[in-house]
């Protein structure tokens, strides 16, 4: 075995350990697009309630995370006592540990995420007509619950940590799914325990995910860490805005002509802000439309003045592109 593929072997058994949980579903590749992750469906009697929250909305790097958890209506009162919520208010240790007893129980207990690549965020936002993060994790809580629901799962309750104005996406989310009561609320992790759950389940899907990055354009060369030369650091931080480390990474990173690699957000303000200030600038050359109106010019019935490549696909006008 040569020096370099030992060296690759062993980066990608420490990658494997950081992203050791079960919503991880690649251990050792890059994340290359959107996916979901449900846990074992519990077996006990319902009806059930579960709770929805997200991590990773505000930053400039990696992916959106939606969790979502449920559990027996007649089982609420001893998840209240199992130590779940805020996410963020827990230590990586807790967060590790009550994500084992969400996993645990599979009687009682189910969980779900939505992973929402950077790529894939960026290119609905930045679409002719944009998707807004709004709209896309709008997209992602239905798309949770309806999969929940067609695994067999009884809801009757659904608390919702807030997106924005609480009473009309109550509202939508009854439309969608009706016969269901939907709370929608602000810190609603840390009022309704199973929101808690959630938000466990979706900050360490996140935080694997982040702590154990491969770059994409690092995965596509077959050479060592050493032999890699990077325009960017490995050490990108938490990926919000504000973190020190991110800051610097942004900083750093950029390169002029090819910009960031595919962990940024590149629909956020700040990405868009250095790439404007700091890269080079792209000019897009077009031919001008008399090249494309000399290939149709002889019109509908006329074959001598058009170009053999539009008679062969039988285009008679612009228009019809």
Avoid at 91 to 108: E, F, I, P, Y
């Amino acid at each position: 075995m040569s020096q370099s593929s030992s060296l690759n072997e062993s980066a990608q058994a420490d990658t494997a350990k950081v992203r050791d949980i079960p919503s991880i579903l690649d251990k050792t590749g890059p994340l290359l697009s959107s996916y979901t992750y449900h846990s074992p469906t519990p077996t006990a009697a319902g009806p059930y309630i579960l709770g929805v929250d997200e991590a990773g909305r505000g930053p400039v790097l990696g992916p959106l995370v939606y969790g979502v958890a449920y559990c027996p209506v007649a089982y609420r009162e001893q998840l209240d006592d199992l130590g779940f919520a805020d996410s963020k208010t827990l230590t990586s240790d807790t967060r590790s540990s009550l994500l084992n007893t969400l996993s645990g129980d599979v009687a009682n207990l189910g969980w779900s995420v939505r992973v929402l690549s950077p790529r894939d965020i960026s290119s609905g936002m930045l679409r002719r007509r944009p998707v807004n993060l709004n709209k896309q994790s709008q997209n992602a809580t239905i798309l949770l619950i309806r999969e929940v629901l067609q695994r067999g799962v009884e809801l009757t309750e659904v608390y919702v940590d807030a997106l924005g104005p609480t009473k009309p996406y109550e509202q939508f989310l009854t439309s969608q799914f009706p016969g269901i009561n939907f709370t929608v609320t602000a810190k609603a992790d840390s009022i309704y325990m199973i929101v808690g759950a959630a938000s466990v389940a979706a900050k360490v899907t996140r935080d694997a995910w982040i702590e154990g990055w491969i770059f994409e354009e690092d995965a596509q060369q077959d050479m060592s860490e050493t032999q890699i030369k990077r325009a960017w650091s490995t050490k990108i931080g938490s990926g919000y805005p504000s973190d020190p480390n991110t800051k610097v990474w942004i900083k750093e990173s950029l390169d002029r002509t090819f910009g960031y690699p595919s962990i940024a957000r590149f629909s956020w303000t700040t990405i868009k802000v250095v790439l404007d200030d700091k890269a080079h600038e792209v000019k897009w050359i077009d031919d001008g439309d008399a090249t494309l109106v000399k290939a149709f010019e002889s019109g509908v019935g006329h074959d001598k003045g058009r170009c053999t490549v539009t008679k062969d696909l039988c285009l008679s006008s612009i228009g019809t592109l």
